[in-house]
């Protein structure tokens, strides 16, 4: 069997999760497209989402014969830190913003200088879904959650807890912009 040899002085490109279906349109060649649409959060392992909603990249240059991969992230995540005064059960998260600074698609050029995700929807709110997230009274609970990176500086984010006792309000001004691959944590507390 024939292999193929690597030309020095390329470029190449790779990005995960690879889609073979990208590179057959002339549409998704050099905008591969990204959604964390369908996110849903299990209770019993609560960083396992996280894998599907991470799409990473790379660049390398061929100069020595052989490439080398150094991976980037290329959402954000924002770290829920939830400590509220009564044991319930937390079937939905709602993110929402006023101005409509919330995504869940977009695309990428892997080919740029600085890959970013451009965002292709502008909502006013985010739903996930949870299952077996049981929250219980005074002790901090980390709910992880994929964010396609949003300019929320000066602005302000409502996130709405749905649980089996009521809905706890929490209306966060946030002070900076959510960039690739950073985590971004949050405090929500309710003590009365």
């Known amino acids: 069997g ?7 002085g390329c470029k190449y490109y790779s990005y995960y999760p690879f889609n073979r279906n990208n590179f ?15 996110q849903s959060i299990d209770g019993s392992d609560m ?6 909603y991470d ?11 052989s490439i080398a991969w150094d991976f980037q992230h290329l959402v954000s995540w924002l770290k829920l830190n939830v400590t509220l005064a009564a044991d319930c059960n937390v079937s939905e998260i709602i993110l929402y913003n006023e101005e ?29 879904p949870c299952t077996g997230l049981d ?6 609970t980390v709910i992880p959650i994929a964010i396609i990176p949003t ?7 409502k996130i709405k807890l ?10 966060l001004p946030i002070a900076k912009e959510w960039r690739q691959g950073y985590y971004y944590s949050q405090t929500l507390t309710n003590d009365t």
């Open 2 to 8: 024939g292999g193929w040899a690597l030309k020095k």
């Open 55 to 65: 799409p990473m990249f790379a660049q390398s240059e061929n100069s020595t014969g």
């Open 151 to 157: 300019d929320l500086n000066g602005k302000n984010l």
């Open 100 to 128: 409509a600074l919330l995504h869940t698609k977009g695309t990428f050029d892997l080919t740029a200088d600085k890959p970013a995700i451009v965002s292709t929807n502008n909502l006013k709110e985010i739903s996930i």
């Open 135 to 140: 929250i219980k009274a005074n002790r901090q």
């Open 24 to 38: 057959i349109s002339e549409d998704t060649k050099e905008a591969i497209p990204v959604s964390i649409g369908g």
């Open 162 to 171: 749905v649980t089996n006792i009521g809905v706890y309000i929490f209306d």
């Open 47 to 52: 960083f396992g989402h996280l894998g599907k």
